[in-house]
Every structure is written in structure tokens, then in C-alpha cells.
């Protein structure tokens, strides 16, 4: 068999490998009745998912009447995660073929490492929720290096190669967070139609695109 030519895969969690606007909405949308905000539907909260949960409650403040004050924010960021880990997995599932594809690169002796802006605890408390935690080396959230390190900065992609002890990595994302991230790292992206984006899907940039994970082992190995 070929030598596979990424022995580090990096993954985005929320929009790459979990569909999570299921449950990131409604705890966005209790934040928003806590001082009278109408609720933003999901497809819009789409669009507002990628920079951590402080970044899409801003969004949504913004485009729900504005933005509030400091103390007020502090408090609905709050409630937000309240309400989020409380029900983190009641509706948030693994894209088709993910744990597949997952399975498919560790079969051809990759290293995986997760690379999100959501904050690590709930990161982890997600992937244990799903079973999913094994499959990765090195698990880094936006608040790991500090939030001023996450993403679109590409150092938490550089801190997991560095654990993980290997220069050459692909990552696998779905917003301009990851791909600016990734070129930032030198990686080549490989992003997903399917997932949650801030821009255009034709405006991300990444090398490569994937509409289903089935097509990850292959459009890896091509772009290596
Ligand atoms: O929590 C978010 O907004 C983003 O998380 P992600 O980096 O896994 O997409
Ligand atoms: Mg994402």
C-alpha cells in the first residue's frame, strides 16, 4: 500500500465533523429571551458559528438590535453555555461518514488531532457524548493557548503538530477560521460543503472540497 502522504490530520469540530447548530441554536436562541431578543433561526445561526460561542453571540446580538453592554454580555455568554452543556448532545450527531472516514485514515496509520474554537471542556464533553474521543491525539479548544491564540492564528494547529511530533499535516475545516488558520500553518485545507460558513462557499479558499466525508481519504491523498 502507498505511504499516505499526511500523517496529521486537523479537524474542526462544530460544522467539520459534528452537526452541532441543532443544539448551539436553541442555548443561543434562551441567551436571546433573556433580555427580550426574537430568536434567530438556524440557518442564520449557521452563518454565526466558527469563533466560539462569544463570537456567534455577538453576531446574533448584532443582528437582533445590537450589541449590549460589557456586563450584560458577560451574563448572556453565561447563559448561553448554561443551557449549552446542559443539552450538548440532544441533537448534535457526526456528519455521514465521519466516524468512517475517521476510521479510515487511523486504518492508514494517521494521527488525528482536533483543532476548535469552541472551549476545550465542552469540546471534550462533546466527544465523549458522541464516542469519540479516542480517535484523537491531541484535542486543543479556543481557550487551550488562550482565546487570543484560536483561530484564524494558526497556533494551536502548529501547538498539536508539535505534540504530536510531525511537520507534514493536512487540515480539515468548514469556515475562513480554518483555512485562514491552515495557510497560516503552511497546511493544505480541505473544506466541507456541508458544514457552517461565514462567507460564500465559493469565497472559503481552501485546496480541496468534500460534500461527504466519503470523499476525505481520497481528496487527502490527491492534494498530497
Ligand atoms: O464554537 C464555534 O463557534 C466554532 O467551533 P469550531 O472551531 O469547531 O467550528
Ligand atoms: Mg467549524
Redesign the pocket.
Known sequence: MQDFPFPIILF?????LVDSARD?GPALNVALAAIGRPPVAESETRGM?????D??LAKALEATGGMVDAATYRRLGDTLLDHYWAHIADHTVPYPGCLAALDALLAQGCTLALV???AEKP?RELLEALGMTDRFAAIYG?DTLGRERA?PLPDMLLAAMTDLGGARAAMV???T??VRAGKAAGLPVVTCRFG?HDVPVAELGGDAMIDHFDELVGVLRALG
Not at 49 to 53: A, L, P
Open positions: 474542526d469540530l462544530d460544522g467539520t448551539l458559528i466558527g469563533g466560539g460561542t463570537m456567534m476548535t474554537n469552541k469540546a479556543g483561530k475545516g468548514d469556515s477560521y480554518d457552517y
